[in-house]
């Protein structure tokens, strides 16, 4: 099988290609780096492995047959979509509607990496994917969340339009190795500052909460349900739910650190709540997280370790 990534030399591309990679499929890894790194694929020494350097949101032309195609590329945490909200929006629209056209034009079953954020603040706990969302489309992390928003419908207009085979994953809070140190994200955030003994920053009064499934989970379901019959949005993520003061103590004691924790205003439209329903992937993937919270994040923080973070001068 030849399987095509887009966003491969990501976080969760990289990933994806080294699960496929073992099980023996040919990789195409499509990546422009704006957010993705070299050093996430550089271990890679596979005779069935190719990299090439493309912004989705230009048309892609290959000879070569596609069987599956990954549609992963989009900034994915707050600093990349706030920096870059144009090109947020366009990987989201054109690089969609370039990729599902490339998927038509190779009859290949195409899978949308979505996200929790089309739900946005959401007034419901946990959210089934029967839930429609709480979204400003205005706020400042409007261009990503109707960036997705769209994706999921265009995806679901080319099912019904062009008969192509679609999934679209909606994606919840994942982390693991290959995280970026500036990732904005909250879990290289607390890590970054707890092995340096800087005090974690906590938006709000922490009581926000956030789920957390491991990046081995994650892929895992990824290939579940693109392995699927299943044509309708799926949620992936763990349903554990931690407050996020709580998560910020967990991370301090995992790594020892004498960090203290610092308070600030919560930004624009951060969400209050974030949970996902994973019915439907237990019923129809056979798919729930195996890795708990603690062992997670112990194998995270042994990651961030490696990359030798200096702590801060006192």
Partial sequence: MKTLITGGAGFLGSHLCDYLLERGQEIICVDNMI??????IAHIKNENFTYINHDVT???YLEESIDYIFHLASPASPVDYLKLPIQTLKVGSLGTHNMLGFAKAKKARFL???TSEVY??????????TYWGNVNPIGPRGVYDEAKRFAEALTMAYRYAHNIETRIAR????YGPR???NDG???PNFINQALRGEDLTVYGDGSQTRSFCYISDMIDGIYKLM???YSDPVNLGNPHEIAILDFARAIIKITGSKSGITFKNLPIDDPKVRRPDITRAREILGWEPKVGLEEGLVKTIEYFRSLKIPEIER
């Avoid at 946005?120 to 994917?129: F, M, R, S, T, V």
């Avoid at 994606?171 to 994942?174: P, R």
């Fill in 112 to 114: 949308l990496a979505s």
């Fill in 227 to 229: 392995m699927s019959g």
């Fill in 171 to 174: 994606i919840y809070n994942t």
């Fill in 35 to 40: 957010t993705g790194s070299p050093q996430n």
């Fill in 179 to 181: 995280m970026r140190l």
């Fill in 120 to 129: 946005g603040d959401p007034l419901i706990n946990p959210q089934p994917e």
């Fill in 185 to 187: 994200r909250v879990v």
């Fill in 58 to 60: 230009k048309p892609l």
